[in-house]
C-alpha cells in the first residue's frame, strides 16, 4: 500500500509533545519499517522545515534540527516531485472550486498523491482534503 504523509501528520509524528503524536507516529514508523511505501510532496518538504522552525516550543527547533529530521524521513519516504503542470492543475481546481488562499498548498499535496498513485493520503485536516475532489475524500484518513 501507498501511503501519502501530509505535512500535518509528518509534524506530528516528529514532536513528542504534539497532541496526535501517538498516531501519528505509529504511521510513519510502518512507513520506516517497510511495512506501507510512504511518501510526502516536495511542496510539503519547505512547509515542515518552515513550520518545524517556528513551532511555538522552547527550546525552539534550530534549522539544523529540522534538516536532519527532514534527511532522516527522507531515507523511508519517497519524496513527489511537482512540476509546473501539476501547479497549474492545483490553481485550476482551487479556481473551479472558488477556495482562495493557504487551501492551495492542501491542493498541491492532493496532486502529489494522484500523481504517486497513492492509496491513502494521511492528515490530520481531513476537510481541508476531503473538499478537492471526491477521488481525494475516499483516499483521504486521520491517523
Do not use: W
Request: aromatic fraction near 6%.
Amino acid at each position: 500500500m501507498k501511503v501519502l504523509f501530509d505535512t500535518s501528520v509528518i509534524i506530528g509524528a516528529l514532536l513528542p509533545k504534539h497532541q496526535s503524536h501517538s498516531s501519528c507516529f505509529i504511521q510513519l514508523q510502518t512507513a520506516q519499517s517497510g511495512q506501507i511505501q510512504g511518501c510526502l510532496s516536495t511542496h510539503s518538504l519547505a512547509e515542515l522545515y518552515s513550520v518545524m522552525t517556528r513551532m511555538p516550543v522552547q527550546p525552539r527547533m534550530s534549522p539544523k534540527e529540522a534538516n536532519t529530521l527532514l534527511e532522516r524521513c527522507l531515507q523511508y519516504l519517497d519524496a513527489i516531485p511537482l512540476d509546473t503542470a501539476d501547479y497549474q492543475y492545483a490553481i485550476a481546481q482551487m479556481t473551479a472550486l472558488n477556495l482562495p488562499g493557504g487551501g492551495i498548498f492542501d491542493a498541491l499535496i492532493a496532486r502529489a498523491a494522484l500523481k504517486a498513485s497513492a492509496d491513502r493520503i494521511l492528515t490530520l485536516n481531513p476537510g481541508h482534503f476531503t473538499r478537492l475532489d471526491p477521488a481525494i475524500a475516499r483516499m483521504t484518513q486521520v491517523p
